[in-house]
């Protein structure tokens, strides 16, 4: 039985104000082309690059969240290939002097999946491809734009593990503010390196798999990926080491080129920019301004009474978590059970318009006021479930439902009338009630509708059975 030996290169499009060596705006959606470039980004002669302090802050605070040993040095060297859309014919990366190194990340069960390396590069541009044009366009709007490239150690082996390695990443980068990490929008990219072998065996040959805009896409890429190579090894054939691409209509990769070298980039020193040493006291100003990550915030959640699943979901959404972390300040009931609704029904109404938390007009102050109605028996269930669209839209809870006429009836005396009312109406269900109790249900159905669910569910059903015996 062969195993997949898996690993994986994710590029994270670092959140700062410029690009990485120059002046010009490093976010470049909805530009017209090339009009977010100076002659540093455009490789003119002469021109000479400053490094982006922000972008190599954000990329230390990333480092350490991997658990990263720091250089006391850290370098820019020259990458040289030929792209078209990579203006210098050379890229400025790290070589051997990455800003972080040896790391790890802790999976759910505990494995430990190594870091080999963190480093900051730039970006290239972008090519267009005009449909049915015998030419292609060039926009240099994003070359220069920081990244930071992350390179893990081969010690995935399912692509279920590589597809949780990526959320994991995603919250990280997000909680740390160091990168919006979407892969829709180009913010997040991985390509995976994988290959099988029998366990204990030396590695097999590897193959690259390249764009992949999605986690989803990681995950089938690699499933696709494992079969092929098992078949080819299985028939007696040889796995050759090339990159290939993923056709997301097909479901399959297909070769693009055979593998380069690291030889083949001729790494060489940038010798317009000096190496920078990372003070210990840098270092500290660093950790010091480091956010809450989500394992920790996971923690925190159980400890409040979060079950494991509530507790994992709300952590490693960013979003999420934040919105929570406010309500959960000013809700005197459960944790639990705002996580519930929050999961469930606010979840429920969002995806079902198409519409994001941090879009919406709901604020954690009155979500805890809607649930907050509920424990004080102000309103039922049901009732905050109904009204629930309408806070989500931005109403006050407790304006809705005094404006609405929702308050539960809780006088006994007004409720009791009720049930008399409807035991009298019904006879034959009350009969039938003795044969079998389940039946009182219809009964309390009925006196929920001649409330118009102002009735207080609990006390309508105690006084069916006192009633009924």
């Known amino acids: 039985m062969f195993e997949a030996v898996i690993g994986l290169e994710i590029h994270l499009a670092l959140r700062t104000g410029s690009k990485m060596f120059c002046g010009c705006a490093a976010e470049s959606l909805g530009l017209l082309p090339n009009v977010n470039t100076c002659p540093v980004c455009l490789g003119l002669p002469g021109s000479l690059p400053v490094v982006n302090r922000e972008a190599i802050e954000k990329a230390l605070r990333f480092s350490l969240a991997l658990n990263c040993q720091v250089p006391e040095v850290t370098q820019f060297h020259r990458k040289h290939y030929y792209y078209p859309d990579a203006p210098k014919n050379y890229q400025i990366s790290q070589f051997d002097r990455p800003v972080g190194e040896h790391g790890f990340v802790e999976l759910e069960a505990g494995r430990r999946i190594g870091v ?72 997040m990219r991985a390509d995976v390196n994988v290959s099988i072998r029998l366990p204990g065996e030396a590695l097999g040959t590897k193959v690259e798999v390249k764009n992949l805009n999605s986690f989803k896409s990681v995950q089938n890429a690699l499933a696709f990926e494992i079969k092929r190579q098992t078949d080819l090894l299985e028939s007696g ?61 996971r923690e925190r959640y159980r400890e409040l ?48 318009n198409d519409l994001a938390l941090s879009r919406s007009k709901l604020s954690p102050e009155n979500l805890a006021s809607l649930l907050t109605l509920v424990d004080e028996g102000a309103i039922s269930g049901k009732t905050a479930k109904d009204v629930l669209p309408l806070v989500i839209d931005g109403g006050d809870p407790k304006t809705i439902v005094e404006e609405r006429g929702l308050k539960q009836i809780t006088d006994l005396g007004a409720i009791e009338a009720l049930v008399d009312a409807v035991i009298a109406a019904n006879p034959a269900v009350v009969e039938r009630v003795k044969e079998n109790p389940k039946v009182i249900n219809v009964l309390l159905g009925q006196v929920m509708k001649e409330s118009r669910g102002k009735a207080k569910p609990d006390a309508v059903r105690e006084l069916l059975n006192e009633k009924l015996g």
Request: net charge negative; hydrophobic share 40%.
């Open 116 to 187: 080999t390396r963190c480093h900051v590069e730039e970006d290239a541009g972008r090519s267009v491809h005009p449909p049915y044009a015998p030419y292609s366009l060039v926009d240099l709007n994003r070359a220069g734009a920081p990244l930071i490239e992350m390179v893990t150690e081969p010690d995935l082996r399912t692509p279920e593990e590589a597809r949780e390695f990526l959320v994991k990443i995603r919250a990280i980068a997000q909680a740390l503010d160091v990168s919006d990490a979407s892969p829709e929008a180009g913010k």
């Open 237 to 297: 054939r040889s796995v050759l080491q090339e990159t290939r691409g993923w056709n997301e209509g097909g479901q399959r990769t297909y070769s693009m080129r055979s593998k380069e070298e690291t030889a083949d980039y001729r790494y060489f020193p940038d010798p317009d920019l000096p190496p920078m040493r990372v003070a210990e006291k840098w270092l500290e100003t660093v950790r010091a301004a480091t956010p809450e990550l989500p394992d920790a915030k």
């Open 305 to 352: 009474g979060l079950r494991a699943f509530d507790a994992g979901l709300i952590a490693f959404d960013v979003e999420l978590a934040t919105f929570f972390d406010r309500a959960v300040r000013v809700y005197e009931g459960e944790a639990q059970l705002l996580a519930n609704w929050l999961n469930g029904d606010v979840a429920g109404h969002l995806n079902a």
